[in-house]
């Protein structure tokens, strides 16, 4: 009887044990995805606000331009990603 209740104490503590680890996980994965997203915002914001500038001015750097947006927003898509993957 008693080495029954040791292997379900020892049993309950491996639970807790895990339970702590993956709270604690979670916290700093949603730390982590919060910064992720912050600097996202950043670099979402500023891409909206150029855009319509940079496309009613057009001319030959559009093509360059167009490339540098591209730049940007394939680096917010990442960001995306990797806060998909931490939630």
């Known amino acids: 009887m008693e080495e029954e209740r040791k292997d ?3 049993f309950i503590q491996k639970i807790q044990q895990q339970r702590d680890e993956l709270l ?12 992720e997203w912050a600097v996202a915002e950043k670099k ?3 891409l909206k606000a150029k855009t319509p500038i940079i496309a009613r001015e057009g001319g030959e750097g559009m093509k360059d331009v167009g490339a540098a947006i591209k730049l940007v927003g394939e680096e917010i898509l990442r960001s995306y990603e990797r806060i998909k993957k931490v939630l």
């Open 8 to 10: 379900v104490d020892s």
């Open 24 to 35: 604690l996980k979670m916290h700093l994965a949603k730390a982590e995805a919060k910064d």
């Open 44 to 46: 979402w914001g500023t």
